[in-house]
């Protein structure tokens, strides 16, 4: 158990929809990383956040946007969702979004797009 | 630019050794690898720091060639439990993009 909550497990829509997703990262940790991997493929970066901040950010489509609260947890929303969002999205979590730190992965969520 | 690593698939049997390569268009501070095993979230195995420290996991081993912006994973005597997909993450010396190679994925058999 890294110490990575991500919620919900699975969620299964239809196209056009939106959903959130959710991450509460390691205590104490204070960056926040997301993650799509599509079936069988590798970790493509999205967007990472630093103590409610963006600090940088990958190949995320328009129509995904995120954010960083307060309490660190961070959510991921995906909205006009179409069959090819279907993956499995990972949160991560580091002390310091620094170079040199570990990532922690949460579960990952599975979204089925219908 | 998303790192290149090969083999991108290799078959042991128990007890042979493998090497995995990584190498980067970047000049590189640091490089990590991570191990995910099927439908499960990747697990940090090791990070290998500019100037030859390393950090990570017992029984595997690493190089890092910062000239060559490469860097190789070394496993040797393999186990069924070696078996997943292998990444790895080279960094700048400051955040930036987190871009993880295609992966090479390893399987042992028996």
């Known amino acids: 158990d890294s110490g990575v909550t991500q919620t919900p497990k699975h969620l299964i829509t239809a196209t056009g929809q939106r959903v959130t997703l959710r991450c509460s990262p390691r205590s104490g940790d204070l960056s926040v990383y997301w993650y799509q991997q599509s079936l069988d493929q590798g970790l493509q970066f999205l967007i990472q956040y630093y103590n409610g901040e963006e600090r940088a950010k990958g190949n995320i489509l328009e129509r995904f946007s995120a954010q960083q609260f307060p309490d660190l947890h961070s959510e991921l929303n995906l909205s006009s969702l179409e069959l090819g969002d279907s993956a499995l999205y990972f949160c991560?979590?580091?002390?310091?979004?620094?170079?040199?730190?570990?990532?922690?992965f949460g579960p990952g969520t599975r979204l089925t797009v219908l | 630019q998303q790192p290149v690593q090969s083999p991108q698939a290799v078959i042991l049997r128990e007890g042979e050794d493998a090497v995995i390569n990584c190498s980067s268009s970047?000049?590189?501070?640091?490089v990590h690898w991570y191990r995910q095993k099927h439908g499960e979230a990747p697990v940090f195995l090791m990070i290998l720091l500019k100037g030859g420290e390393q950090k990570g996991h017992e029984k595997i081993s690493a190089s890092f060639n910062e000239k060559k912006q490469q860097s190789s994973l070394y496993l040797t005597a393999s186990q069924l439990s070696y078996s997943g997909t292998y990444f790895c993450g080279p960094k700048g010396a400051n955040a930036g993009k987190s871009t993880f190679g295609d992966g090479t994925t390893l399987t042992v058999k028996p």
């Open positions: 991560a979590s580091s002390p310091a979004g620094q170079g040199t730190d570990t990532q922690y």
């Open positions: 970047k000049a590189l501070y640091s």
